[in-house]
């Protein structure tokens, strides 16, 4: 995703606003997400005089597979972004190496075309949320059969504890305390 910036850098607090689509498959998604729209972006650019900054939203709507019950499902992807670049050899000689070194830590861009496409890469992963899950109570799978208990329950015995069963379970508690006294 490429701007041209030529009017922007040559004026201290200019912006610029843009809107762009990336292909899906021009991020390096985990095995397991299928990105099944273009990722859009929304930005504003600054030249703020020290660099530019680029602002804006990243959305893209993709298919992946919920940690619980293991179904796919699909899920809007949306973030907010910022970016700082700045310009390689403005006005510099050619980078010592410490220069070197500050701008292989940055986003840079040369000449009159600021390139996203790497910062957005990048912000599309940071995305993805820790858990995948195809609903906040997804009930998952029975750790016996594997029954979906989204779908129902399964034969299999529950953990939870039987109410009269409790009862006893509470009065043995009670006796083995009573003993250690
Ligand atoms: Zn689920
Ligand atoms: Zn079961």
New binding site residues.
């Given amino acids: 995703m490429k701007i041209n910036i030529g009017a922007l850098r040559k004026s201290l607090g200019a912006t610029l606003a843009t809107q762009s689509e990336l292909p899906p498959f021009s991020v390096n998604w985990d095995d397991d997400v299928k990105a099944v729209s273009p990722i859009h972006v929304k930005a504003k650019v600054t030249n703020t005089g020290r660099c530019l900054v680029v602002a804006g939203t990243l959305t893209c709507n993709v298919e992946l597979y919920?940690?619980?019950?293991?179904?796919p499902?699909s899920l809007q992807l949306q973030t907010p972004f910022e970016e700082e670049f700045f310009e390689r050899n403005a006005g510099r000689k050619q980078a010592d190496e410490e220069t070197a070194e500050i701008f292989a830590e940055v986003s840079t861009y040369s000449g009159d075309i600021l390139d996203l496409t790497e910062a957005i890469q990048e912000y599309a992963l940071l995305t993805l949320p820790y858990r995948a899950?195809?609903?906040p109570d997804?009930?998952?799978l029975c750790a016996h059969c594997g029954q979906?208990l989204?779908e129902g329950k399964c034969g299999c015995e529950q953990v939870s504890i039987d109410p009269r069963l409790a009862d006893l379970a509470r009065l043995l508690e009670e006796k083995k305390e009573g003993g250690k006294e």
């Fill in positions: 919920c940690d619980r019950c293991l179904k499902f899950l195809c609903k997804c009930a998952g979906d989204n």
